[in-house]
């Protein structure tokens, strides 16, 4: 998992050569050394090449109940007990080579315990040069033939270069030359045989796409990191008596005039670099003077005899190789004097002490300090690792504590985006290493998950490229080769001894004669060959000349056409840069209306949701009312049918009485015509109408004066406080009853109409039948009006009045007031016809969208038999 960078306590400045947003994983390489003995217990197994086994000896499941567990740890690639250091250094140290000689940092540590081959790695073995002599000759072999001169680059105490002209270069190589120690090793002197075969190294190798119009400089530095203390290998103590030697610390003394030195201290730089200030930097010129230099502070190392190891390391040391590059001029013959066009690169090769217990090493004293101070900085140098992944993976911003040790503390910039970072682990299969490896895989498991910020190509100038060679060709010096002067000097035959000792002597002078006229010979020969070549020369010069005019003329006309076609694109290229500027504002707006539209979006959504649930609800409110409302109609339904089949049952029954009156009433005339009338008719059924027609003399009420009015009394109605509506039938009969219903500011109308209900809260309806005597009977039916959920009104009856007539002799009920005379085709009068006149009824239909209906129900009239 990628994250971002962890931030030290003081932030750095973001430099030219770093990408923020590129980044590489540490490279953590493993290499298992091979076993001692053959038969010896091992606890690490090569799996393949990118995984080794750990697995867990006898003794230790023996001692933890059996506990058999194997783990795997995966790396960049694993170096078996077989792998030669040719093969280690073609994976690991020649990429970095290749970027130091580019202009980029590295650093290159080995990591694990004591005795897993670390120094053997970095070192070598004689006729087995280790990494570093082969950095060295790759390096060498890269820039040996554009190296500037010694001095011409000097270092100073800043952690940067300064650059001298070939003068200043030459007076500075005279004065060290004079003096008695010389503090540079010469390339001239011989090879020391002690470490001859280290270098010897049989592979050639050398970095591509050297830039040859430059000039590099090679420095070396060599430091240990002890008790948490920096010291300068390459440092020269004179002896003094009164200091005391450098054998305090129980460690063998290689040098008899050394005694001990002082202690460097850590400084930061303008760009924010650490380094070690007041360290010495010698300058070689070859892979023997550097790996001389490090042989010399090699000597002065602290090792001692271990429990584990008979040459143990007991401290920290680092060789920083510094290779300073500057671009030539213009001419391409002397160094470009600009300081700040000078590239300086580093690859830093470190050798970490061995991690131990000291149950295990039975360390005491001094070896003990020595021990706990090894441990504590790998465990500062682990506890960055961590603290670096812990923000890498979290996001989080935890201090990374580089400044608990010095180790961490000189290296953080690596950490920070300042180069590449490359880590062998070493380890060593035996079983009795197996704590140790296992803390020591945990460690590399950790560091691998670490990333840095990969560093880009650094620009130096920008001169056009060749002018090295263009140089050459005019016949500039070439490094350190000879002038054609002293070529020439050297061709002519030497000069003979011009000593006279004696007077008489006739040999020499002949001699010297002879030896110069050979000489003029040869020279007058030269000049005639010069002159030939001068000649040969000027032709040529010539037709160089003007090849070079006719190409000049040529590329004057292809630079024009390109420089027009330069125009052209640049034109193009701002208006498509306009275009773009353009887009990228609309598209800044469509942006801004899409977020404004989705937000919309959303809130409609929502209240969307809340409409369709509200809707929900009320259409589950409505099916549960309209099934009550269902039911409450079908019930009304039904009590309503029951009743119109009784009222039809009524009326049926009405008229058989009727019909069997009218029976009895024939029967009861035809008596009284045989008991009255001796003479027999023929009998003649009368008809209603003629009975209605027929004037009954009334004896118990005399008639009334001619212009006597008659009183009428109204009788009020019950309900008379509301507003009525009085249905009164076109087909009633003005009766002449004093009792009249009358209700006050009432809506009187003949047929029922929505415009009335509304206006009114109670309905009455006026209607006449014909009784059983033959009278007319006039019934008040009464009813509430409500409103329905249409608009419309309905109608529930709730009450009926009957208003009677009847005879006050009580003999008989009478028919009617008086008689009508017969119709002439028998039928009867339709003013005494009780179904013609009186049976209406309004009938409300609940919900109806027009307001109340009404429906005539009335029977046929039937005709007598």
Known sequence: MKAAKAKTPRKPAIKKGSQTNLKDPVGVYCRVRPLSFPDQEYCIEVINNTTVQLHTPEGYRFNRNGDYKETQYSFKQVFGTHTTQKELFDVVANPLVDDLIHGKNGLLFTYGVTGSGKTHTMTGSPGDGGLLPRCLNMIFNSIGSFQAKRYVFKSNDRNSMDIQCEVDALLERQKRETMPIPKTPSSKRQVDPEFADMINVQEFCKA???????????????????????????????????????????????????????????????????????????????????????????????????????????????????????????????VLQEKEQITISQLSLVDLAGS???????????????????????????????????????????????????????????????????????????????????????????????????????????????????????????????????????????????ELLDINDEQTLPKLIEALEKRHHLRQVMIEELNKQCVNFKALLKEFDSAVSNKENYIHGKLNEKEKLISGQKSEIERLEKKNKTLEYKIEILEKTTTIYEEDKRNLQQELETQNQKLQRQFSDNRRLEARLQGMVTETTVKWQKECVSERRVAATQLEMQNKLWVKDEKLKQLKAIVTEPKP?????????????????????????????????????RSAGSRWVDHKPASNVQTETVMQPHVPHAITVSVANEKALAKCEKYMLTHQELASDGEIQTKVIKGDVYKTRGGGQAVQFTDVETLKQESPTGSRKRRSSTVAPAQPDGTESEWTDVETRCSVAVEMRAGSQLGPGYQHHAQPKRKKP
């Not at 360290?279 to 271990?306: D, L, M, P, Y």
């Not at 059924?685 to 212009?707: F, G, T, Y």
């Not at 009015?709 to 009020?716: L, Y």
């Open 681 to 717: 008719e023929k009998p003649e059924r009368p008809s209603r109408e003629r009975d209605r027609e027929r004037v009954i003399q009334r004896s118990a009420s005399p008639s009334p004066l001619p212009n006597t009015p008659i009183p009428v009394r109204h009788r009020r109605s």
């Open 208 to 334: 591509e796409e050297v830039d040859e119009d430059s000039v590099y400089g090679i420095f070396v530095s060599y430091i240990e990191i002890y008790n948490n203390y920096i010291y300068d290998l390459l440092e020269e103590v004179q002896f003094d008596p009164i200091k005391p030697k450098w054998n305090g610390c129980s460690t063998p003394m290689r040098n008899a005039d050394s005694v001990l030195p002082q202690s460097k201290m850590l400084r930061e730089d303008k760009n924010h670099n650490m380094y070690v200030a007041g360290c010495t930097e010698v300058e070689v010129k070859s892979t023997e003077e550097a790996f001389e230099v490090f042989w010399r502070g090699q000597k002065k190392r602290r090792i001692a005899n271990t429990h584990l190891n008979r040459e143990s390391s007991r401290s920290h040391s680092v060789f920083n190789i510094k290779l300073v590059q500057a671009p030539l001029d213009a001419d391409g013959d002397n």
């Open 356 to 498: 131990e217990r000291t149950n295990r090493t039975k360390a005491e004293g001094n070896r003990l300090r020595e021990a706990g101070n090894i441990n504590q900085s790998l465990m500062t140098l682990r506890t960055c690792m961590e603290v670096l992944r812990e923000n890498q993976m979290y996001g989080t911003n935890k201090m990374v504590p580089y400044r608990d040790s010095k180790l961490t503390h000189l290296f953080k910039n690596y950490f920070d985006g300042e180069g590449k970072v490359r880590m062998i682990v070493c380890v060593n299969p035996k079983a009795e290493d197996y704590e140790e490896s296992l803390q020591v895989m945990r460690f590399a498991e950790v560091t691998q998950e670490v990333e840095v910020a990969r560093p880009v190509d650094k620009v130096i100038c920008g001169l056009t490229p060749g002018r090295r060679y263009r140089n050459v060709a005019r016949g500039g010096p070439v490094g350190d080769e000879p002038l054609v002067t002293e070529v020439i000097l050297q061709s002519f035959p030497p000069l003979p001894p011009c």
